[in-house]
């Protein structure tokens, strides 16, 4: 379960630090003077290969995560890299099911933020109108059932 730390050094004037711990995840979230969430960092798989998904008011999401490294091991720096998508389809459930503590206006921005998110990437996939294809898979001209499809065409394995 997620639990508040009170005591969070606050030291941007104006704003408002929380942070929000669980063995799973780490949350931190930005308050504006008006109460206003300005921005949050969800931390989660802490333990092991830690990865954050950012959200930021103007600016928008973002996913990172910590370059696996035998340095790491042996104390060197954790090294933020971006990439990779978020695996909301095991952050949400979890997320949800852990949070049930949390103020309700803080877990309903962050299962809403990760909603969001996961409709942008949906919509952005679907604006491509064709499907990438390698050359020994595209149809030959005329559409499917007029003429020979160049899959029969393709090297033999």
Same mark, same amino acid.
């Given at each position: 379960?997620?639990?508040?730390?009170?005591?969070?050094?606050?030291?941007?004037?104006?704003?408002?630090?929380?942070?929000?711990?669980?063995?799973?995840?780490?949350?931190?979230?930005?308050?504006?003077?008006?109460?206003?969430?300005?921005?949050?960092?969800?931390?989660?798989?802490? %333990?092991? /290969? =830690?990865?954050?998904?950012?959200?930021?008011?103007? #600016?928008?999401?973002?996913?990172?995560? @910590?370059? &696996?490294?035998?340095?790491?091991?042996?104390?060197?720096?954790?090294?933020?890299?971006?990439?990779?998508?978020?695996?909301?389809?095991?952050?949400?459930?979890?997320?949800?099911?852990?949070?049930?503590?949390?103020?309700? %206006?803080? /877990? =309903?921005?962050?299962?809403?933020?990760?909603?969001? #998110?996961?409709?942008?990437?949906?919509? @952005?996939? &679907?604006?491509?109108?064709?499907?990438?294809?390698?050359?020994?898979?595209?149809?030959?001209?005329?559409?499917?059932?007029?003429?020979?499809?160049?899959?029969?065409?393709?090297?033999?394995?």
């Amino acid at each position: 379960m997620l639990r508040e730390i009170t005591a969070v050094a606050q030291n941007k004037p104006g704003f408002r630090r929380r942070w929000f711990e669980g063995k799973y995840f780490d949350l931190f979230t930005w308050q504006d003077a008006g109460g206003a969430y300005t921005s949050f960092q969800l931390c989660y798989d802490v %333990e092991h /290969r =830690e990865r954050a998904f950012s959200w930021r008011a103007g #600016h928008g999401f973002f996913h990172d995560g @910590v370059e &696996s490294s035998e340095d790491l091991t042996r104390g060197q720096p954790a090294i933020l890299t971006h990439g990779g998508k978020l695996d909301a389809g095991a952050v949400l459930p979890r997320f949800q099911e852990e949070s049930c503590q949390l103020p309700a %206006e803080v /877990r =309903e921005l962050i299962v809403g933020k990760i909603r969001e #998110h996961l409709l942008a990437r949906r919509d @952005v996939k &679907s604006k491509r109108r064709k499907v990438r294809r390698e050359d020994w898979q595209k149809r030959a001209s005329g559409g499917a059932g007029q003429g020979e499809s160049s899959r029969d065409n393709k090297p033999e394995s």
